[in-house]
C-alpha cells in the first residue's frame, strides 16, 4: 500500500526546476494576485505555453521580417541603383543577422546560468 495521499498522485509526476530569482518573484506575484498555488500557477503557465501552436509563435516574427523587406524595398526605388547594392549585400546581411542571433543567444543563456 502507497503511503502517498490520492492528492499528492493527481499530477503525476514532481519535476524539479531551476528558476532565477526574477521568475520566482513573478510567479510567486502572479499566484498571489490571483490566489492560486505556486504550483498551480506553474502548470497552468506550462500548460498555456505548450498549447500555443508554432504558427502563432512565427507571427511577430513575419509581421518583423514583412516590415524590413517593405522598408528595403522602398529604399531600393529611392537610391540610386539601390535594387543592385540591395542584391549584392544579402549575403552579407544575413551573416549580420546570424551573428547578431547567437550573440542574444548566448547573452540569454548567460543570464539564466
Known amino acids: 500500500m502507497s503511503s502517498r495521499s490520492p492528492q ?5 509526476v ?16 502572479w499566484a498571489q494576485d490571483h490566489d492560486q498555488s505556486l504550483s498551480a500557477v506553474v502548470r497552468e503557465a506550462l500548460a498555456r505555453t505548450l ?6 509563435d512565427s507571427s511577430p516574427a513575419l509581421a518583423a521580417l514583412v516590415a524590413a ?8 526605388t529611392i537610391v540610386p541603383g539601390g535594387s543592385a547594392r540591395s542584391a549584392q549585400l544579402r549575403e552579407v546581411a544575413v551573416a549580420a543577422a546570424e551573428a547578431r542571433l547567437a550573440s542574444l543567444r548566448r547573452e540569454l543563456a548567460g543570464e539564466e546560468s
Open 8 to 12: 499528492a498522485r493527481r499530477y503525476g
Open 14 to 29: 514532481l519535476l524539479r526546476v531551476h528558476l532565477s530569482f526574477a521568475q520566482q518573484a513573478e510567479l510567486r506575484r
Open 51 to 56: 498549447s500555443t501552436s508554432s504558427e502563432a
Open 69 to 76: 523587406e517593405h522598408a528595403l524595398k522602398l529604399l531600393e
